[in-house]
């Protein structure tokens, strides 16, 4: 028992956590109440880059390890779902980014001709963009090769795992509210619309930071993904058709061709956004275990994932 470690929680978050800690020799088991390709993270548009996630002080550290894992991954985009992808972040300067932004390869101030019409500025980026059914399915594996595993399972309370193992993992996203009495966490909804992609091969993004609506639209194989939405403490996980129809309407002003693309399906899932921030610290259990905070990490789960499942796994180490 002492070498064991229970991750709860199966989305991107977990299972980056359960990996590092399995690759460093522990016996891991991820305990989680839906199939990873079933959880919030599946649903995930997955473009790399650090969005509306706090604290800032260790955004930028957690950001750049996981954009260099995802760099290596890349080589391989069949099999992990990642690949480098070009496009713009519409409204966005260099001047407004933190110091992480100089470490990314390629990424400049758009040129006017790069930009659609009506926004007079952005950055043009090459920048991981995730197939999240496909990754989360190439991250079990590893996890498995690893000799961790997998069980499905719903928990009521995390003394459950702390029966099972000296070190816990809360990996809960949203269910940490309940299971760690966080009153800091609150859902941002998001809603996308999935169409056949007619012929886009770049991703864009236009976010207002003030606004519940966004628009963006990243290709995925076999689908073109639009979004979406940022909809503070709306619990709601039915797509809204009204909605739906404003994020197409939305995505054709950028690229005419959307407006015809035929309909593939509506998603809806809920961001863990935590006012302080991600939570990553550690508590002593009675009876000499450890529990392990990883979560609230907002819309930039698959962004900070790597980088947060290091540390977590540091302090999981003590």
């Not at 070498?3 to 989680?32: F, H, K, M, N, P």
């Not at 197939?131 to 719903?154: I, K, N």
């Not at 007619?198 to 639009?226: N, V």
Request: net charge negative.
């Amino acid at each position: 028992m002492s070498g064991d470690v229970v991750v709860v929680g199966g989305g991107v978050i977990g299972l980056t956590t359960a990996i590092v800690l399995a690759e460093s020799g522990r016996r891991v088991q991820v305990w989680t109440r839906d199939a990873p390709q079933e959880t919030t993270s599946a649903m995930a548009g997955a473009l790399w880059w650090p969005y509306r996630v706090e604290p800032l002080e260790f955004v930028g550290a957690w950001s750049l390890a996981s954009l260099r894992v995802y760099e290596q991954l890349a080589a391989h985009p069949e099999l992990t779902g990642v690949r480098l992808v070009a496009g713009v972040h519409a409204h966005e300067r260099l001047s407004g980014l933190g110091p992480w932004a100089a470490e990314v390869a390629d990424l400049r101030e758009a040129r006017a001709d790069e930009l659609p019409e009506g926004y007079g500025n952005g950055l043009w980026a090459r920048l991981p963009l995730i197939d999240m059914p496909v990754h989360l399915g190439w991250l079990r594996r590893r996890l498995e090769a690893a000799g961790g595993t997998v069980v499905t399972r719903t928990v009521k309370t995390l003394a459950e795992a702390s029966d099972r193992a000296r070190v816990v993992v809360n990996c809960t996203g949203l269910g940490a509210g309940e299971l760690a009495g966080d009153a800091r966490l609150r859902p941002v909804r998001g809603q996308l619309v999935l169409v056949e992609n007619p012929g886009i091969e770049e991703w864009f993004t236009a976010a207002d930071h003030a606004s519940a609506k966004t628009t963006y639209f990243f290709p995925q194989p076999g689908r073109l993904i639009l979004g979406g939405t940022a909809e503070e403490d709306d619990w709601r996980l039915t797509p809204d058709p009204e909605t739906a129809e404003e994020i197409v309407e939305r995505c054709a002003r950028i690229r005419p061709q959307i407006a015809g693309a035929r309909i593939l399906g509506h998603r809806a899932g809920l961001r863990p956004v935590r006012t302080s921030g991600v939570r990553i610290e550690a508590e002593e259990l009675p009876g000499g275990g450890l529990l392990v905070h990883n979560y609230g990490h907002g819309g930039a789960g698959v962004t900070v994932a790597w980088g947060c499942a290091e540390s977590a796994a540091a302090l999981a180490a003590r």
